[in-house]
């Protein structure tokens, strides 16, 4: 049977960091999973930015639960994919599909759900590249941090 | 190559249903946990809750859900219990069954249990459904056993749940 689920990189933080990158993706997969588990010092967004770019080259829409509203946003223009939903706090996990990635012909969708001690989220965003993606980030807002421990693996999936 | 999805177990209830699926023994070796389920509850109803907890304990467990029924949306939060998703019931349209994910980063990790839910419940009638859980166990503890349940039935026969174990190297 072949493998088609694979660990690319994982990276557990052993103190607290404002952005986690992975570098030199292998063009080699279909599609990249990033999983997140962890949190976020203050009241910081996530960001998800492909390639180094903070450009106005983003756009997101999401559906958000807090317990007692539901509710849909979206940001076009934006220089990053918010992939968090508010208070991000210390116990948060976050599951990123990224499609068709290597590819140099389309814009780069995503797909997040985002799951906090106070919000639950499904949100899509595109990046308005056609470049192959090579590199992943995700950041904290601004200044903030990643709280120490947090962890983030990167996988890919292969179609065959 | 790497697997990183691994079958732990697979249980399909029996004829006669089962107040709930329960894995026990979990292995330690993982990196995170996956459950794929196809359930129908016997509830006398459209549908029933699917609750989590682990280790047996009914303890330090709290959710909030997003869904939408197509014509509406809502979310609701749960304080003392783990709502995780959704089983179509027994008035539901004959031989559907709800189809969700669970996903648990971190299992034997000293944090606490961060647990994602998605399940679909689609029925060619009133009472179908999309949902999204967020599920938090405030426990150090590491999961060594899971228990899923509905809030008012029993699972029917043929309802299921695949465990995976899922390594990050």
Not at chain 1, 128 to 154: C, M, P, Q, V, W
Not at chain 2, 96 to 122: A, C, L, M
Request: charged fraction near 10%; hydrophobic fraction near 35%.
């Amino acid at each position: 049977m072949p493998a088609t689920y694979e660990p690319i990189a994982t990276t557990t933080l052993g103190s607290t960091q404002n952005q986690v990158d992975f570098n030199t993706i292998s063009s080699a997969y279909t599609d990249l999973v990033l999983v997140f588990n962890g949190g976020v010092t203050s009241t910081a967004d996530i960001w998800l930015r492909m390639n180094s770019d903070t450009g106005s080259n983003y756009s997101r829409t999401r559906l958000t639960g807090d317990g007692s509203t539901a509710a849909s946003t979206r940001n076009s223009a934006a220089s990053s994919i918010f992939v968090s939903v508010g208070t991000v706090g210390t116990n948060a996990n976050m599951i990123i599909h990224v499609f068709n990635y290597a590819n140099a012909t389309t814009y780069k969708t995503t797909l997040t759900r985002f799951n906090s001690s106070a919000y639950t989220a499904a949100s899509t965003g595109i990046w308005r590249s056609t470049s192959a993606i090579t590199s992943l980030t995700l950041k904290a807002e601004a200044a903030d941090t990643f709280t120490s421990g947090s962890t983030f693996t990167l996988y890919g999936i292969k179609a065959a | 190559m790497a697997v990183t999805h691994k079958l732990i177990q697979t249980i399909t209830v029996g004829s006669g249903g089962s107040a709930s699926i329960d894995f026990t023994s979990i292995p330690q070796t993982y990196t995170d946990l996956l459950v794929l389920y196809s359930a129908r509850s016997a509830r006398a109803a459209v549908g029933d809750d699917v609750y989590i907890r682990f280790n047996g304990l009914s303890t330090n467990l709290s959710s909030r859900t997003l869904y939408g029924t197509g014509s509406a949306t809502a979310s609701y939060s749960d304080a003392s219990v783990a709502y995780i998703g959704y089983a179509v019931g027994d008035t539901s349209t004959a031989s559907v069954f709800s189809n969700g994910n669970i996903y648990i980063p971190n299992y034997v990790g000293s944090t606490n249990k961060s647990v994602s839910g998605d399940v679909v419940s689609e029925n060619n009638a009133t009472g179908a459904t999309q949902q999204f859980a967020a599920g938090l166990w405030s426990s150090t503890a590491a999961i060594t056993q899971l228990t899923i349940y509905c809030l008012n039935g029993n699972f029917k026969q043929y309802s299921s749940a695949s465990l995976y174990g899922i390594k990050n190297s």
